[in-house]
Every structure is written in structure tokens, then in C-alpha cells.
């Protein structure tokens, strides 16, 4: 069945150095791939969206990067804050969206 | 914030009742998608509503069941509720189509005891 794979579950980095999040997908049909980010106790927020035409976004310090052909995807968060501090969820959807574990970013002191 | 409204945020049943959670999708949206979030667990699809037909399904029994209305909210119920059935219940609304953003609502917290 469709499946998305993100890795890793748990990352730390120093404060103002960069993170980055791995995502694929098996659906080759997908078209859109957005990231949530997610706060204890709160709802998953939309930071970055790519869809399928494109194969580079960026946002301020966010990035998302997509590789159709290898199907897979990445978020980039640079100069990273203690407020990055997070559960990140990569997804992929065609006529559904399917989630990945989640990765847990700390942003060390 | 979404547009996208839950209710309850919070409840407390028993196993073996049933529960009823609703939705009011962002104005404009006619998709709305049911997740089930278990505690350090992302989102599972449970199913997708379009123009109140069920479009789509994730691995979830039959006593989980919804409905859409003509104003496109939406209701989750769920039977012969289980221990494991406890988890964080989203809410999202999008337009159809497979390119569109979806927006999640504040989500429903469901303690089976």
C-alpha cells in the first residue's frame, strides 16, 4: 500500500546550525507534499508545502527540496531557534494524504 | 488560524459506547479528511469525504463511520468504542483535487476508559 518514510525519529542540533528531514514516498502518483509542524497538545500547522511541478521551495529559513525520479523529499531549516523545537511530519497525497512517523527536533542551547 | 472547527475538544467515554465527532470545514472547501492520531504517532487517514460520498479509506474497521452534509461538515462516529480508539481525532478541509492544501482543525481528544 502507499507508504511515506521519514527519517530520522529524533534529531538534535546546536542553535543556529541547520536540520534536515528526509521523507519517500512508494505512491508515484503523488503530486503534492506538504510539512507540518506540530507543538505538544496542538494540531499540526502547515511551515512549507511542493507540489509536484517544482523542485525547490523556499520560505525564510525553511527549504523543501523534491527528487520525483528517486521519490523523495527533504525540509531544511536554517539558523535554527529554540522555537524550532518540534514533532515535523513529512506527507504525500494523491487522492489521499498519507503521513510519515514524524521526526522530533530539539534545538540544543 | 484554519476555519476548520471541532467539536468536543475533549471527552471522556467508556468502552463499548459510541462516540460522535464533528466538523465545520474552512468556508469554500468541499473535501474534508478524518485522522486518527495516536500519542507520539503521526496522523492516519481514517477517510475522505467529497460532495457527502466517502472517497476514499484508510485500514480502519466499519465501526468507524462518517457522514457529510450539504454544507460540507462533517461527522466521525465511532462504535463499540476500544481502549486503543483513545488518540487525537483531526479534522481537515481542502478542495478536491490531489495538489490542493488541507487545513487541520484544533482536533477532538478521545480518552476511552
Known amino acids: 500500500g502507499e507508504n511515506v518514510e521519514q527519517h530520522p525519529s529524533t534529531l538534535s542540533v546546536q542553535e543556529g546550525d541547520s536540520a534536515v528531514i528526509k521523507c519517500t514516498y512508494s505512491?508515484?502518483?503523488?503530486?503534492?507534499f506538504p510539512w507540518y509542524k506540530q507543538e505538544l497538545g496542538k494540531r499540526p500547522q502547515l511551515i512549507i508545502d511542493?507540489?509536484?511541478?517544482?523542485g525547490e521551495k523556499k520560505d525564510q529559513r525553511i527549504a523543501v527540496t523534491l527528487n520525483k525520479t528517486a521519490k523523495h523529499f527533504s525540509l531544511h531549516i536554517t539558523e535554527t531557534q529554540p522555537e524550532d523545537s518540534a514533532v515535523y511530519f513529512c506527507?504525500?497525497?494523491?487522492?489521499?494524504?498519507?503521513f510519515g512517523k514524524g521526526t522530533r527536533l530539539h534545538i540544543l542551547p | 488560524e484554519t476555519g476548520v472547527t471541532q467539536s468536543p475538544t475533549h471527552l471522556i467515554k467508556t468502552r463499548g459506547q459510541q462516540v460522535t465527532l464533528r466538523c465545520s470545514s474552512q468556508?469554500?472547501?468541499?473535501?474534508v479528511s478524518w485522522y486518527q492520531q495516536a500519542l507520539g504517532q503521526g496522523p492516519q487517514f481514517i477517510f475522505q469525504?467529497?460532495?457527502?460520498?466517502?472517497?476514499g479509506r484508510g485500514n480502519f474497521p466499519p465501526r468507524f463511520s462518517g457522514l457529510q452534509f450539504p454544507n460540507y461538515s462533517s461527522e466521525l462516529n465511532v462504535n463499540a468504542l476500544e481502549l486503543d480508539d483513545s488518540a487525537l481525532y483531526l479534522c481537515?478541509?481542502?478542495?478536491?483535487?490531489?495538489?490542493?492544501?488541507?487545513?487541520f482543525g484544533e482536533g477532538s481528544w478521545l480518552t476511552v476508559v
Open positions: 468556508s469554500g472547501h468541499n473535501t
Open positions: 511542493i507540489r509536484s511541478n517544482v
Open positions: 506527507a504525500a497525497r494523491h487522492d489521499k494524504i498519507i
Open positions: 481537515a478541509s481542502s478542495l478536491e483535487g490531489g495538489g490542493n492544501t488541507i487545513y
Open positions: 505512491d508515484s502518483a503523488s503530486n503534492y
Open positions: 469525504y467529497y460532495r457527502e460520498e466517502e472517497n
